[in-house]
């Protein structure tokens, strides 16, 4: 065993807890609670292994596992951006980078090499694996807000077409999940939880 390594992996599973502390936009279903990254990793992750089958190409589940649990984790030194935010555009950014950078960076080289390359697969979406992350990342505050009555369209005056155009990535991974969380969005406007522009 090589104990430089060892001490190097426990220094990122320490940094990785503050995760757990990066509060979302986003409520928990049914919840006036937000969700935290740690909390959303877990759940894109399960959603992964569940819904796996509904992907359009074949996937590597474990790179996908890969994606959606580390996905987040730069946000420990760039914070998170709600993807509504009409200030700060909510794709890769150079403080991201340098965040991925230095937060995997505390890995022995071999694995930093190995997850920034996921992160960065996952941040341009090319893949089969990053287009079904991608997907996963989209439905689930989709899935949140229809349970919250609107949650974070309400709160933050989110309209269907800012909604149908950020959602719509899910089709790029999943056709049968971009029909069901289409079938979603109009059903919100339908109810009266989200407003038509």
């Known amino acids: 065993m090589n104990s430089a390594d060892l001490l190097n992996q426990i220094a ?26 740690a909390e959303h990793s877990w759940h894109l992750a399960l959603m992964a292994i569940v819904l796996a089958q509904h992907s359009d190409e074949p996937i590597d589940v474990l790179k996908v596992l890969k994606m959606v649990l580390i996905h987040d984790i730069v946000e420990i030194d760039a914070g998170d951006t709600f993807i509504y935010d009409s200030q700060k555009n909510h794709s890769n950014t150079d403080e991201e980078r ?45 899935l949140q807000n229809t349970s919250n009555n609107g949650g974070t369209w309400k709160e933050f005056g989110v309209g269907y077409k800012k909604v149908y155009e950020k959602k719509s990535v899910i089709k790029e991974g999943s056709k049968s999940l971009w029909n069901y969380a289409e079938g979603l969005i109009n059903e919100s406007v339908a109810k009266g939880i989200l407003k038509d522009e």
């Open 12 to 37: 990122f599973i320490k940094e990785i807890d503050k995760v757990k502390y990066i509060q979302r936009k986003t409520k928990l279903f049914n919840s006036d609670r937000n969700e935290n990254d």
């Open 98 to 142: 340098l965040a991925a950078n230095r937060i995997f960076g505390l890995l022995p080289k071999e694995q930093a090499e190995e997850l920034i390359a996921v992160w960065e697969e996952f941040e341009a979406g090319e893949t089969n694996e990053a287009k079904f992350a991608k997907a996963m990342d989209r439905l689930e505050p989709l």
